[in-house]
């Protein structure tokens, strides 16, 4: 039973636009989300994360929200470059924010960003 | 700073083999994880550890045992190798940062 679900198995925009990510969680006691992101052969990287408490958090080109009401959450990339292609995974703790380095993934989003 | 540092990054096993993938982070973190990452299913947690001596499942543990006799390091154990458990395996250290782990590199493993 997945509870943490990417719907999108890719996308594909143009350098310079914007991208969007999402992300539908079944788990209302999720109260921390992350993004990671992974280039092929290596590990997941943290890109940001947002507590329950808030519907925003920004960090530099990157913007993830929030909307509890639907148990939904996007990551945008503003502007996206050929260097965002990788594959994002939207993830939560399994018993919140202290089940530390205890997570659950989405399936993961391909994202390629062409020149 | 190495990081999350595992070893091998590539292996082949027959059927009923058995193996230890290694598992060492050089950053004190309490927290360690392992996950495999299947094509369509993500990232999913094998087995968990808060601490040296303490270890948990989690959502995929069967034909996996795990031990923690230090802070640093936390090997993951396959007894008897099956063809299902052809994967990319993860392990993790996390600090008490809610949620945010630091991967190694991976190990691909094919079963044959």
């Known amino acids: 039973d997945q509870q943490v679900k990417q719907n999108s198995p890719s996308l594909s925009v143009q350098e310079g636009r914007i991208s969007i990510l999402n992300c539908d969680y079944t788990?209302?006691?999720?109260?921390?989300f992350l993004w990671y992101k992974k280039y092929p052969a290596e590990g997941p990287t943290f890109l940001i994360s947002i507590s329950s408490i808030k519907d925003k958090n920004e960090d530099g080109r990157f913007t993830v929200f929030l909307n509890k009401s639907a148990k939904h959450l996007s990551l945008h990339i503003v502007p996206s470059q050929p260097g965002d292609s990788a594959v994002y995974f939207c993830a939560a703790p399994y018993a919140g924010g202290t089940s530390y380095g205890k997570l659950t993934f989405g399936q993961g989003t391909i994202l390629t960003v062409h020149p | 700073n190495a990081g999350v540092t595992q070893t091998p990054k590539f292996q082949v096993l027959k059927t009923g083999q058995s193996m230890t993938l290694q598992c060492a982070q050089d950053m004190n973190h309490e927290y360690m994880s392992w996950y495999r990452q299947d094509p369509g299913m993500g990232l999913r947690l094998i087995h968990y550890?808060?601490?040296?001596?303490?270890?948990d499942q989690g959502e995929v543990p069967n034909g996996y045992n795990v031990s923690r006799s230090t802070t640093e390091d936390f090997p993951l154990r396959l007894l008897s190798a099956a063809p299902s458990q052809t994967s990319v395996y993860f392990c993790?250290?996390?600090?008490?940062?809610?949620?945010?782990?630091?991967f190694g590199q991976g190990t691909r493993l094919t079963v044959v």
């Open positions: 993790a250290s996390s600090s008490t940062n809610p949620g945010e782990a630091f």
């Open positions: 788990n209302s006691m999720f109260d921390y």
């Open positions: 550890s808060v601490g040296a001596g303490i270890t």
